[in-house]
């Protein structure tokens, strides 16, 4: 199959895109336990971008499931389609010239180099949204830790199932230190 398909390029390519928007496209890669902060942070990150006359825009885990994921459920296998779907949509999007936002839990270390492939290291920013199982679990904004801990949810990050953290992010968001504001400031320096 694959020996029947070849790429078949344009002439208007990333730069001239970026020279049109006047910006970077990239892929800010928000990866931490659910509850982490990676949602909250990047709508206020989209709406400052926004303020400023940035084009950019937002996929967010959730989201992408009601759609182009939905087939896909929560065993290692299908999160790690789900990434692998998402860092070739996410590297589509910077392609086109857009600040691209992506909040997905991301739990494995594997999917998250491959997003960073996909877009190429030099337009991926991987931000670390930082905070400890207790705190998320206290926060519990969607209240699925108290479902996880009554085992009415498999496959649960952080519970029943594994975050590798990042060994070497671009940034580290500690949302148990800082304020959202604080966070907000931190990831507008990467872009
Ligand atoms: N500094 C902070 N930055 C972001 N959120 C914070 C911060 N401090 C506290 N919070 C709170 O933490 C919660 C984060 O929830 P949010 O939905 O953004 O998490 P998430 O990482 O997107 O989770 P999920 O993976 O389930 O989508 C919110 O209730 C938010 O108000
Ligand atoms: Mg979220």
Not at 131 to 160: H, Q
Not at 167 to 190: A, Q, Y
């Amino acid at each position: 199959m694959v020996d029947n398909i070849k790429w078949h390029s344009g002439e208007i390519n990333k730069a001239a895109r970026e020279e049109l928007l006047g910006q970077q496209g990239m892929v800010l890669w928000f990866t931490g336990l659910s509850g982490s902060g990676k949602s909250t942070i990047a709508v206020e990150v989209e709406k400052e971008l926004y303020r400023r006359g940035r084009a950019s825009y937002r996929l967010d885990g959730d989201n992408l499931r009601f759609g182009l994921n939905k087939d896909l459920g929560f065993t290692a296998a299908d999160r790690e389609e789900n990434i692998r779907r998402i860092g070739e949509v996410a590297a589509l999007f910077a392609d086109a010239g857009l600040i691209t936002l992506a909040s997905f839990i991301s739990p494995y270390r594997s999917g998250r180099e491959a997003a960073r492939e996909a877009a190429g290291v030099e337009n991926f920013k991987e931000i670390y949204v930082k905070a400890s199982v207790e705190a998320c679990a206290e926060r519990d904004p969607k209240g699925l830790y108290a479902k996880a801990k009554k085992g009415e949810i498999e496959n649960f990050t952080g519970i029943s199932a594994p975050y590798e953290e990042p060994e070497n992010p671009d940034l580290i968001v500690d949302t148990e230190k800082l304020s959202l504001e604080e966070s907000v400031e931190l990831v507008l320096g990467l872009v």
